[in-house]
């Protein structure tokens, strides 16, 4: 995670390596197909928040420590399940290469070999999470391309999207940021 002081709601953005796969597109799709991803999106997000809910110890009862332990063991084999099953699914579909990325609530800016033009409108499909590999669906639009070491660096504003679409994805950013604080934390020498 990384400051970016582009974004307007949120100066949080998700810095890391995804797949991604884009398309160009002649046109948006209409406002049904719209907000017919968009539902799939909040749907896939909401899917990702409630895998990313874990176990702890919240009290030094020894009913409560009893209770947390069990959950913590069935969370940690629903993890592996959902992991061996996304493993699956992944080896089943064809699954894009990885780009290094940073992702704000706003924009996406990746790098890749070829970009697409400036101006047109692209659907982008990002694997959030391999152990769920279905893509989250964004519209956006190419603003700057610049050539870095027979790279591209590509940054894409996204459409408008709902409040409730664009609070999700901020919150996705924001747990991503929470999780990278958390294993520096853990990988820290004391």
């Keep these: 995670m990384s400051s970016d002081p582009e974004s307007s709601a949120s100066n949080l953005a998700f810095t890391g390596r995804l797949p991604l796969t884009w398309r160009e597109l002649p046109a948006?799709?209409?406002?049904?197909e719209l907000q017919h991803l968009e539902q799939a999106n909040l749907n896939l997000l909401h899917t990702l928040f409630a895998l990313d809910i874990h176990a702890g110890d919240h009290s030094d009862d020894p009913?409560?420590?009893t209770n947390?332990?069990?959950?913590?063991?069935?969370?940690?084999?629903?993890?592996?399940?959902?992991?061996?099953?996304?493993q699956?699914?992944?080896h089943q579909q064809a699954m894009p290469p990885e780009h290094p990325l940073?992702?704000?609530?706003?924009?996406l800016r990746w790098s890749a070999?070829?970009?697409p033009p400036v101006g047109?409108?692209?659907?982008?499909?990002?694997?959030c999470n391999l152990s769920y590999p279905q893509p989250l669906i964004l519209?956006?639009?190419?603003?700057?391309m610049v050539s870095d070491e027979g790279e591209q660096q590509i940054k894409a504003h996204f459409y408008p999207m709902s409040p409730p679409m664009h609070e999700a994805l901020e919150r996705y950013i924001f747990l991503q940021h929470r999780r990278s604080i958390a294993n520096l934390r853990i990988s820290r020498p004391r």
């Design 102 to 107: 940073a992702l704000t609530a706003d924009h």
């Design 113 to 115: 070999a070829s970009a």
């Design 88 to 90: 699956l699914l992944a």
């Design 139 to 144: 519209h956006a639009q190419v603003d700057e």
């Design 28 to 32: 948006l799709p209409d406002a049904a």
């Design 68 to 86: 947390a332990t069990e959950l913590k063991r069935l969370d940690f084999k629903v993890g592996l399940l959902l992991g061996l099953v996304g």
């Design 120 to 127: 047109v409108p692209l659907r982008l499909e990002l694997y």
């Design 63 to 65: 009913l409560a420590l």
